[in-house]
């Protein structure tokens, strides 16, 4: 059942006689993946090598780990690659605002690394051992925390260039120990894993077992599909904002380069914004538009769906303002009326809405 799973992945995500890069922890997960990659090496003409991050937070249990998926690779015959990263460095110099997640800094600096080393090997695909379980984990999360429609769609089984794929995604983490069982496979165990300090593993450990006893016994199959089908729609509508953009938004390029610990672009970029007709388009459009230019002005997590709101409704009552009049966002940014457009930009000071 997952080597059937595993193969049609695979199939939908083209990757059938590709050079594959396997991120492998030596956690159950990618142990899995990948020997069921190894498994199907042959029939789907595939060329394998390990991809391991050492995020130095474990001390000696990592570099254990690291060990075993060497001692892995050469069982299997196969190249391996290992890079080592510094969570920590993403953090310092920033302010409080500004600063990632330890766990957001090690996603961030764990994919850059495996791009390096799928440059070096070289790969066409980095395959990942995200599964069905993950995939309801994150919406989950996500749902609690607060999100959009375009968040629903959780774990994508493709990045956008298609180079980063998840065959395991369909799967789930029970079907993942029982291939695992069967096939006498060893693997290293987390600890961190075991506990509830973040509020990912309280939701595996607790919450979706009790959701699914208690409410729904497919609880992870109906999320994973509320997830693709969600996905897909996003996917639609960003091809509409796409097509609509260059009427709406025209991004300047600034010379300075922005100074440490700033988010975003340059700190002279600015982007004009067309003067009317916001109130008149669909707001699911109008939002994604001013979404698309708050992310070319580097504006992150602290933007919400009020400073969205804040934005659009300023814009729909230009008319009756006037020039020079500003409305303060987060991240230092700011929006101005001028004569013929709305300017958004790096904040200068002024008179705020």
């Known amino acids: 059942m997952l080597l059937a799973s595993v193969e049609a992945a695979l199939g939908r995500l083209g990757v059938k006689g590709r050079r594959v890069l396997v991120a492998v922890s030596g956690g159950i997960d990618s142990t899995v993946l990948l020997d069921a990659l190894a498994t199907l090496q042959g029939p789907l003409r595939l060329t394998l090598a390990l991809g391991h991050v050492h995020h130095g937070l474990r001390g000696l249990e990592a570099d254990a780990d690291e060990r075993s998926v060497r001692t892995l690779a050469d069982k299997l015959g196969l190249a391996s690659f290992v890079a080592r990263i510094d969570p920590g460095s993403l953090r310092e110099g920033r302010s409080n605002r500004e600063r990632p997640t330890l766990q957001e800094a090690a996603r961030q600096l764990r994919y850059q690394a495996l791009q390096r080393m799928a440059d070096e090997w070289p790969a066409d695909h980095i395959a990942t051992a995200h599964n069905l379980n993950d995939q309801a984990e994150t919406v989950l999360m996500r749902l609690l925390r607060g999100t959009s429609p375009d968040g629903l769609g959780g774990i994508p089984e493709a990045s956008p260039d298609r180079r980063v794929v998840r065959p395991l995604l369909a799967v789930t983490r029970e079907e993942i120990e029982s291939f695992a069982r069967e096939r006498r496979l060893a693997w290293r165990e987390d600890a961190s894993n075991a506990g509830d300090a973040y509020t990912r593993n309280r939701i595996r450990h607790h919450w ?17 599909n509320l997830a693709e089908a969600q996905r897909r729609d996003s996917e639609w509508l960003a091809t509409l904002v796409e097509a609509a953009a260059p009427d709406w938004i025209t991004k300047h390029r600034g010379t300075q380069a922005r100074g440490p610990g700033e988010a975003g672009g340059e700190e002279g970029d600015r982007i004009e914004l067309a003067a009317r007709g916001w109130d008149a388009l669909p707001e699911a459009l109008a939002r994604r538009l001013v979404v698309r230019a708050l992310g070319e002005m580097g504006a992150g997590r602290d933007i919400t769906r009020t400073h969205i709101r804040r934005m659009l409704d300023f814009m729909c009552g230009g008319a009756a303002r006037e020039t020079g009049k500003t409305l303060e966002l987060p991240g ?11 300017v958004l930009r790096r904040g200068r000071g002024g008179r705020g809405e």
């Open 208 to 224: 979706l077992p009790a959701l699914t006893r208690e409410f729904n016994p497919q609880l992870l199959r109906v999320t994973g």
């Open 332 to 342: 230092g940014l700011e929006l101005r009326q001028e004569r013929s457009s709305f």
